[in-house]
């Protein structure tokens, strides 16, 4: 269907040629952020691949994805409907439904609202300047403990499996007023699962553009689908319990408001978006399942990088002791002071790429870019790894050097060349957690690196090959850490 008519003065996308029923699979792989990478270099920016019998347009290098999600952002904003994603919040989510423009836009602008009056709120004790800034502080607090006891105990630890637990709560305590115990099974059985979930919405999973393979035998979707299960599950009990003690004069947390939301919303009859109470309270499926999966893997992969380069570590914890000292936790009014620690987190986000690609986007109809023809209803896919592995845009790009983003002088960080780096997408669908998810790595890492000081298991070098997925993953692995002594002051 899309080989047909192209308008004139327009051309063909280019691409490789498809196997019948199949189409691509085979050369796409296993590491689609690699070869759909390589693809580029061969058929340039825009070029088209076929997944199963579904083309697919693949989007690299900086200008012409800026041309697409912010010049014509209006165009390539949409969701393609896929398998998998019928799945997720009963295919009653904001990140991945094929919601109507207008009701994704109103459901958007309520999960911002809600995010940000909830993350700036003044917090009960008078040291933080907000809410978010005390429950981090506050779960990284814990998170030293919990490791501290975890080394005495066991002499090793899974990092991720400790962070993912503090990262939880952080947004748990936003969006439900609560936390969870790092040994609390519920939590722990649902959070330890986001691998399984990461595998089967990641871009291009075959089950995905084949309908054959969904009537096969097939283990991961199968796992997708009891994670969603459970995960529903989870929030709709949490948010029954505050429909029954749900006060209008007492807004608690986010699914308070958003209850609230619905409520002012039966009084309003000129309300122009007609959306269901589902749809505005499900919001907190999304907000509490983005919350945690990405930024626990951003900082569980900041632990890998740490013990891969011990003179940055080193580095690191001299810049907080200088700069914050040791007898007080970091704060967010601390990162001025910090650029190194700005420089090692954006090269973390460049370097390992751990978003390859945004979630699928989808055109809303007929249009072009770069002069070839891309019809309504195209998939897209857009290549942050490919950005961020640019050799065009970045000296030695496969090397790991936080220094490329600081001044000369190491005093301050650069920008212009931060800005480079694309894991949060771009325009209309950009992440509408990234102020709070950048907030929150900063200080969980500052806490941590003042705190503690990680090495690998003698004999066990460190494997940092990662697992595709919608967000990859290092594989699980034990590390040891050893308390920084508070008299070296
Ligand atoms: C969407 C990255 C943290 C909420 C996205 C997208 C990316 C992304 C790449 C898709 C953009 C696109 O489709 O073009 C990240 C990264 C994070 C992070 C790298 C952490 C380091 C968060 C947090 C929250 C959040 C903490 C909420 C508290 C969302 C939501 C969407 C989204 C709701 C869907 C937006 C839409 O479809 O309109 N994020 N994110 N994210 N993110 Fe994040």
Redesign the pocket.
């Known amino acids: 269907r899309f080989h047909n008519k192209i308008p004139e003065g327009l051309r063909r996308l280019p691409g490789p040629k498809p196997l019948p029923i199949i189409g691509n699979v085979l050369e796409v792989g296993s590491k689609p952020y690699l070869s759909l990478t390589a693809m580029s270099k061969r058929y340039g920016d825009v070029f088209q691949i076929q997944i199963g019998t579904r083309p697919v347009v693949v989007l690299s290098g900086n200008e012409t994805v800026r041309q697409a ?1 912010i010049k014509q952002g209006e165009e390539f ?1 949409g ?1 393609p409907d896929l398998y998998s994603f019928s799945f997720i919040n009963d295919g009653k ?4 439904s094929t919601d109507k423009a207008g009701i ?1 836009r109103a ?2 602008k309520l ?1 911002y609202s809600a ?1 940000r009056s909830f993350a700036t709120l003044e917090g009960t004790d008078p040291e933080y300047s907000c809410v978010l800034e005390e429950h981090i502080c506050k779960e990284g607090k814990n998170l030293i403990q919990q490791l501290n006891t975890a080394m005495k105990v066991e002499g090793s630890f899974d990092p991720f499996r400790y962070i993912v637990v503090s990262v939880a709560n952080v ?1 748990c305590g ?2 439900f007023g609560r936390r969870y115990d790092h040994h609390d099974q519920e939590l722990l059985s649902l959070v330890n699962l986001s691998d399984e979930f990461s595998q089967v919405a990641a871009s291009g999973n075959p089950a995905d553009f084949i309908p054959l393979l969904r009537f096969l035998p097939n283990k991961a979707m199968k796992k997708f689908l009891d994670v969603n299960d459970r995960f529903n599950a989870f929030v709709q009990k949490i948010v029954s319990e505050h429909y029954a003690t749900y006060d209008k004069d007492n807004i608690r947390d986010i699914t308070d408001s958003l209850i609230d939301h619905c409520e002012d919303r039966k009084l309003d009859e000129n309300a122009n978006v007609q959306m269901s109470d589902e749809k505005i309270v499900g ?1 907190v499926n ?10 626990s ?2 900082l569980s992969w900041s632990v890998m990088y740490l013990v891969a380069n011990p003179e940055m570590q080193e580095r690191l914890y001299q810049e907080i002791k200088d700069n914050v000292g040791l007898d007080r936790t970091p704060l967010l009014s601390d990162k001025t002071k910090l650029p190194l620690l700005e420089a090692f987190i954006l090269e973390l ?1 460049r370097h390992s790429s ?2 390859p ?5 989808c055109t809303s109809k007929d249009t072009s870019l770069n002069g070839y023809f891309i019809p309504k209803d195209t998939c897209v896919f ?1 290549n ?1 790894w490919q950005i961020n592995h640019d050799p065009d845009l970045w000296k030695d790009p496969s090397s790991f050097n936080p220094e490329r983003f600081l001044s000369a002088d190491g005093t301050e960080v650069n920008k212009m060349e931060g800005e480079k780096v ?13 102020v ?3 907030h ?2 900063f200080l969980f890492l500052a806490i941590i690196i003042q705190n503690l000081h990680f090495h690998n298991l003698p004999g066990k070098p460190l494997d940092m090959t990662p697992e595709y997925g919608l ?1 990859m993953k290092h594989k699980r692995c034990h590390l040891r850490a050893t308390m920084r002594a508070r008299s070296e002051q």
């Open positions: 999600l904003a969701r989510s904001l990140a991945f994704w459901r958007r999960a995010l947004i936003m969006c919001i999304d907000l509490f399942g983005a919350g945690f999966d990405t930024v893997t951003a986000f751990f978003l690609f945004t979630i699928p986007h857009i942050q694309l894991i949060f997408g771009l325009g209309r669908r950009r992440c509408i957690g990234e709070i998810a950048r929150e790595v967000t």
